[in-house]
């Protein structure tokens, strides 16, 4: 039989005191252990408080990013509005203002009394020069294409389709010029179109 399963002697006092000195060990140790969970634990509520403070001011801050941006968005919405209201008002103050003096020189060649036909003819061409020029300022052009031109289907409409000599698809006359503004059609050319030569 071993001394440490050999029964205590309470008589014997070396016995004892070491049996008691066991005991102390033992008691500190577990008061240790007790005492390092709650450490643990703290330690442990902290870094999560640090990490929840942390992703906190993360959300404030992405919230407000967020509305900035929102605010930043309907600022640059209100101002494309303001601009597209704009370009319509003084896009068509521009090209009224362009066709004012027009009018006027129509309306003094009508004023005047007893002219001759080369004097008419003289006004009316000069009104005209007025007009195209009017028209060139506020990029409206003309679209006139010529005999024997390819019939293009973005700019011509074809009213008819005649026999002629001219190879298929091209423009035989024109009935009307047609016009674009800044590129974009306003009014097709109305032509007329060959089918072809004709049969013999």
Known sequence: MSKQNEPL????????????ESADEVLSEGE?????????????????????????????QYYEELLRAKAETENIRRRAQ???????????ESFAESLVPVKDSLEAALGLKDQSPEA?????????????????????????????DKFDPNLHQAISSVP?????????????????????????????????KPAQ
Not at 41 to 46: M, P, Y
């Open 82 to 92: 303001d601009d597209v209201a704009k370009a319509r008002k003084f896009g068509i």
């Open 9 to 20: 002697d309470p008589k014997d006092d070396k016995q004892v005191a070491k049996a008691s």
């Open 164 to 196: 002629s000599d001219l190879p298929e698809g091209a423009v035989v006359q024109m009935l009307q010029k047609g016009y674009t503004i800044a590129d974009r059609v306003l009014r097709p050319a109305l032509v007329a179109v060959s089918s072809g």
């Open 120 to 148: 008419w003819q003289s006004g009316v061409e000069a009104t005209l020069k007025q007009l195209v020029g009017a028209f060139e300022r506020n990029q409206l052009k003309e679209v006139a294409p010529a005999e024997g």
């Open 32 to 60: 240790g252990a007790a005492d390092a969970e709650p450490a643990v634990e703290l330690e442990s509520a902290e870094a999560l408080a640090a990490k929840l403070e942390e992703a906190q001011a993360q959300v404030a």
